[in-house]
């Protein structure tokens, strides 16, 4: 069974920063795409950050040059570091990574349970 444990979240005030943590662990042949997303109540899940298997990064639009997406590939662990926050971006944060559980299988999704971050002006 894969998991995926989430970590970091919590209170801010407007322009400070916090940085969430994601650890995949369980029975895994390999660990693809890794990223976050966010959803924040009434509105849509959306992309914060994602980065593959060689590293390529991939930012929303409203958090590009605010936060940085970076992997441990050895742990697989994803971090992300967010910096001069906004009240928008108050939302749950929900870690996800492609997992193939066999070399046989195809590569699924996996999901935390998402950690909460309120960001107060």
């Known amino acids: 069974q894969v998991q995926l444990v989430e970590s970091g979240g919590g209170l801010v005030q407007a322009g400070g920063s916090l940085r969430l943590s994601c650890a995949a662990s369980?029975?895994?042949?390999?660990?693809?795409?890794m990223g976050w997303y966010r959803q924040a109540p009434g509105n849509q899940r959306e992309l914060v950050a994602s980065?593959?298997?060689?590293?390529?990064?991939n930012y929303g639009d409203s958090v590009r040059g605010r936060f940085t997406i970076s992997r441990d590939y050895e742990r697989n662990t994803v971090y992300l570091q967010m910096n001069s926050l906004k009240p928008e971006d108050t939302a749950v944060y929900y870690c996800?990574?492609?997992?193939?559980?066999?070399?046989?299988?195809?590569?699924?999704?996996?999901w935390g349970q998402g950690t909460q971050v309120t960001v107060s002006s």
């Open positions: 996800t990574a492609g997992v193939k559980v066999t070399m046989y299988q195809p590569s699924q999704p996996y």
């Open positions: 980065i593959d298997i060689i590293g390529l990064r």
């Open positions: 369980g029975s895994m042949f390999s660990v693809n795409t």
